[in-house]
C-alpha cells in the first residue's frame, strides 16, 4: 500500500540520510546484508509483492502500479551484492489488454511450482491468475466480505501453502481489537477459517510459507517522523486453526525502509532465510532495498 501520510514519508528520508544507524534489529534473527536496487525509468518502484525460487536466486516480484519483473540475485559470501533483472511488464486484464490504473493495484504474490503466479489487489479487491508474467489474467471466485474492505487497505498479503491453497488477508481489521480475517481459497471457493490477533500497531503487507510449512507473516508501522518498523511473525496453520505465534524478527524505528514483500526460503547451510522488498512509494529519497536475515534457533 501506497503511504499516504507525508510526514511518515518525510521520517523515511531522514532514515536514509543516517537514522537507521541508530537502531538496530530487536530480534534474535541475524541481519545478513542490504542491497539497494535502482534502475532509471518511472515504473520502477513501489514493490510490494516477492517470491523467490527455493535456491534463493530467481525472483519474481510486483508493484503496486500493476508491473511485475523477473530476476536473479547473485550474492558474494551469501550476501546479496547484484541484482540481475528483465524488463519490467505490464500485468493484463482477462481480455489480454493493460490494467488500468485503478484496477491495477498489485499488492500480493504468490508463485506455484509449475510457474503460475497469483496476485492480490486493493481498490478493485480480488485475486487474479497468470499463467505467466506475458499471459492474460483469470478471475478467481470473490468472498462476499471482498466487497466491504476498505479502498486502499484490503488484500494486501498473498501466500500459497504446501497443498496448493492460497491465504490472504487484509492489511486493517477495522478494530485494534478485532483479529486480521484470513480467507482461504481451496477446492475452487473462499472460506474464511481463522483470523491473525492484532499486537500493536504493526499491519500485514507480505506473507509467505517456509520450507518448515509454517506461515510467515510481515508487518510494519509507520512510526511519525521516524520512519518504519518492521516484524514477522509465524505461525502453525492445523486445518481451521492457527497456532503456535512467535515473533521471529522485529527492527527498531529507522533500520530499513518500507518492506511490504517477503520469501521464505532455505539455504545450502540448511539455514531458513527472510529475503524482503521494501516499497519506496516511487519517491526519489525512499530506497528500493532487498534486504535478508536468518533464522536462529
Known sequence: MRASLVLALIGAAFAGLGLSGLAGPTSDAEY??????????????????????????????????????????????????????????????????ELGRYEGDSEGLALRDD????VSFEAVHR???????ASKGAWLPRHPAFDDMQNNSSLEALAIAP???LYTLPERSGKMSRPFPVFRYKGGAWTQPFGIPRRGEFLPVGADF?????????????????????????????GDRIT???????????????LEGIAVWRDGAGDIRLTMISDDNFRAFQRTEFVEYRLTD
Open 32 to 97: 545478513l546484508g542490504t542491497y539497494n536496487w535502482s534502475r532509471p525509468g518511472s515504473r520502477f518502484g513501489g514493490f510490494s509483492g516477492l517470491e523467490l525460487d527455493a535456491s534463493g536466486g530467481r525472483f519474481l516480484a510486483v508493484n503496486d502500479r500493476g508491473w511485475i519483473v523477473e530476476g536473479r540475485l547473485v550474492r558474494t559470501g551469501g550476501v546479496v551484492s547484484e541484482v540481475e533483472a528483465g524488463p519490467l511488464r505490464r500485468l493484463k486484464n482477462t481480455d489480454g489488454g
Open 115 to 118: 510457474g503460475r503466479f497469483y
Open 127 to 133: 485475486v487474479w491468475s497468470y499463467r505467466n508474467a
Open 163 to 165: 497443498d496448493g491453497a
Open 210 to 238: 517456509g520450507p518448515d510449512g509454517r506461515y510467515y507473516l510481515l508487518e510494519r508501522h509507520l512510526s511519525g517522523i521516524f520512519g518504519f518498523r518492521s516484524r514477522v511473525r509465524s505461525f502453525r496453520i492445523d
Open 244 to 258: 503456535d505465534e512467535k515473533v521471529v524478527l522485529q527492527t527498531a524505528t529507522g533500520t530499513h525502509d518500507n
